[in-house]
Every structure is written in C-alpha cells, then in structure tokens.
T-cell receptor, first 111, second 112 residues
C-alpha cells in the first residue's frame, strides 16, 4: 500500500526567508510524487510533480521539491517566502490512476 | 474549456436522505476520483475510476456508491446520509500518463 506523511501540521516562516514543507512517502516500486496547494474556500491547485529524471523538480509560483530516494522524502521548498504563499499544502503519492494525499501542512508566512 | 465541474456547491441533507453529487469533466480524461476533505484528515480517497465502466474502492468507500457510464461523468451517490458524511467533497480527473489530477471546486455537504 502507498502512503504519504506530512509530519508538521503547521509551519511558520518570516516573509523573505526560505521555506521547507516536509513530506515522506512509502510505496512499492518507483513513486509518482506531487505537491498541491489549497487557498481558503478553494479547490486544490497542482504545484509540481516528480515521475522520473532530475531529483530537483521546479513548479509553479517559484516552488521546487527535492526527491530523495534513500530518505524516501519529497520536501517542498522556496528560496524566499511571500505572504501570499500562506495556504494549505498537500503532498501526494500515486501511480496515475489514483493519488493518495497526506493530511496537509498549513503554511503561515509572517509579514 | 470548463475543466472539472461539480454540482451542487452546497447541500444540506437530513439523516437518511439520499442524494447524488454530480461531477463532469470535458478534457476526455480516463481517470476520475472522488475525495472527501475533513479538518485534520487531509483528503481521503472514496472511489476512483480508470475508464468508463470501471470503478474501484479507495480508502473510505463505505456509504458511497459510484458508476461511470460515460468518460465525462462520475456521480457519487449517498444512499442514506449520515452526520459522519458531513464534509467537503472534491472530484478530480487526470489523463492517462499525465500524472497529475485537475480538481473541481468542491461540494460542501452538511447532514443534520
């Protein structure tokens, strides 16, 4: 069975500082990994995905994620946080036909 | 191009009532899924489909039925609503090999 864990319910970062939102996964075989963002009262928006290739994946809004097979991690990163990045972030794992989500991490960017 | 359309956006049901949440996509996607979102629980997969006529259970299928008679539509049925089914429901679709899902805007369901 595939699963994903987001160990932090909430992350607080000062505006302009780098941010990291953590994600670890468990899956047999090669994983498809995703990050989604949800703004208040909205659906989920796709940020980025890793299927194969370069371990550093670049996505929307300046976000990137690093795939680490040995640590089974797929942490989301951004070099300089914006207040507008405040939202709920979900890590997900899947094989294309279905995707399993983590519980989400609420990111607060402090002005 | 409307993407994934969910109706209704809001619904209040009484315990024991039945209803169908509608989901339609116009991107000719093979894969479609239903999720529910509850505070502190993230998104949990209810049912999913890999094509017309094919459905399978996800993480929390009890109390819900689905069918996929066409590529475009994937309705979710609650046969006898319970307060535990109060949640926000999201439908999503993906093309084969695309690797990522497009989500609808959600249906907020309250069962009293």
């Amino acid at each position: 069975a595939q699963s994903v864990a987001q160990p932090e319910d909430q992350v607080n970062v000062a505006e302009g500082n780098p941010l990291t939102v953590k994600c670890t996964y468990s899956v047999s075989g090669n994983p498809y990994l995703f990050w989604y963002v949800q703004y208040p009262n909205r659906g989920l928006q796709f940020l980025l995905k890793y299927i194969t290739g370069d371990n550093l994946v670049k996505g929307s809004y300046g976000f990137e994620a690093e795939f680490n097979k040995s640590q089974t991690s797929f942490h989301l990163k951004k070099p300089s946080a914006l207040v507008s990045d405040s939202a709920l972030y979900f890590c997900a794992v899947g094989g294309g036909d279905k995707i399993i989500f983590g519980k989400g991490t609420r990111l607060h960017i402090l002005p | 191009n409307a993407g994934v359309t969910q109706t209704p956006k809001f619904q209040v049901l009484k315990t024991g009532q039945s209803m169908t949440l509608q989901c339609a996509q116009d991107m000719n996607h093979e894969y479609m899924s239903w999720y529910r979102q509850d505070p502190g629980m993230g998104l949990r997969l209810i049912h999913y489909s890999v094509g017309a006529g094919i459905t399978d259970q996800g993480e929390v299928p009890n109390g819900y039925n689905v069918s996929r008679s066409t590529t475009e539509d994937f309705p979710l049925r609650l046969l006898s609503a319970a307060p535990s089914q109060t949640s926000v429901y999201f439908c999503a679709s993906s093309g084969r090999g695309q690797g990522g899902y497009t989500f609808g805007s959600g249906t907020r369901l309250t069962v009293v």
